[in-house]
């Protein structure tokens, strides 16, 4: 089965704290894509980043940084020295590809992230 | 700004009506995707069209229905309604639907049903 898990529902940090969201996938397919979305409180979905599953590499952008780990099957998500415009739900989500070429897309429930001055 | 235009914004609406959310795709985007997010279902996808055909099906309820135009703007037909269809439905675009291609969201339509 496809799965998406995000344990972490919410997170409180202080501002300038490091902090780590978490996201676990299940799928048998070896074609697959991983996505961390962002959703301020004004709704919109903000895209982040995507990963396929041929490239474990870790990616660094300005205060953000991604862990790819196929053993694991996690991709999980750190923010540096975390911001108050940060403040948002986090959303991990998995699409899949199999040798039909049939595709299914899994969203995670999102972390709550809550960045206090 | 996502380039993916939805509307209207807001809807408020009855049970047992029907109400149609139209969505426009990033200019070159040929795939349109629609998800509903609702407070204990979280975010859901419904349904993909590519170039006018449907290409992927999710948790579509049969009450709902969604076509791609000629023009690839695309609408959501939600009918019957009822209170638990209240939600705020994304549409989001990208370039093909080959793979994995990132979807861009719009800034939603939220649906109220009283």
């Known amino acids: 089965a496809q799965k998406v898990t995000q344990a972490q529902t919410e997170i409180s940090v202080v501002e300038k704290e490091d902090v780590t969201l978490d996201c676990v996938y299940e799928?048998?397919?070896?074609?697959?894509?991983l996505f961390w979305y962002k959703q301020p409180p004004s709704g919109e979905l903000v895209f982040l980043i995507r990963?396929?599953?041929?490239d474990e590499q870790n990616e660094i952008s300005g205060r953000y940084s991604w862990n790819f780990q196929k053993s694991t099957s996690s991709f999980n998500f750190t923010i540096t020295a975390s911001q108050v415009v940060d403040s948002a739900v986090y959303f991990c989500a998995l699409i899949t590809v199999n040798a039909g070429n049939n595709r299914k897309l899994i969203w995670g429930l999102g972390t709550s992230l809550a960045v206090n001055p | 700004d996502s380039g993916v235009t939805q509307t209207p914004k807001h809807l408020i609406t009855a049970t047992g009506q029907r109400v149609t959310l139209r969505c426009s795709p990033r200019s070159g985007d040929l795939s349109v995707y629609w998800y509903q997010q609702s407070l204990d279902q979280g975010l859901q996808f419904l349904i993909q069209?590519?170039?006018?055909?449907?290409?992927a099906k999710g948790n579509i309820l049969e009450r709902f229905s969604a076509q791609q135009f000629p023009d690839l703007h695309s609408e959501l037909n939600l009918s019957s309604l009822e209170l638990g269809d209240s939600a705020l439905y994304f549409c989001?675009?990208?370039?093909?639907?080959?793979?994995?291609?990132?979807?861009?969201f719009g800034p939603g339509t939220r649906l109220l049903v009283l």
């Open positions: 989001a675009s990208s370039v093909a639907a080959r793979g994995g291609e990132t979807q861009y």
């Open positions: 990963r396929n599953s041929f």
């Open positions: 069209y590519y170039n006018g055909e449907e290409r």
């Open positions: 799928t048998r397919d070896t074609t697959y894509y």
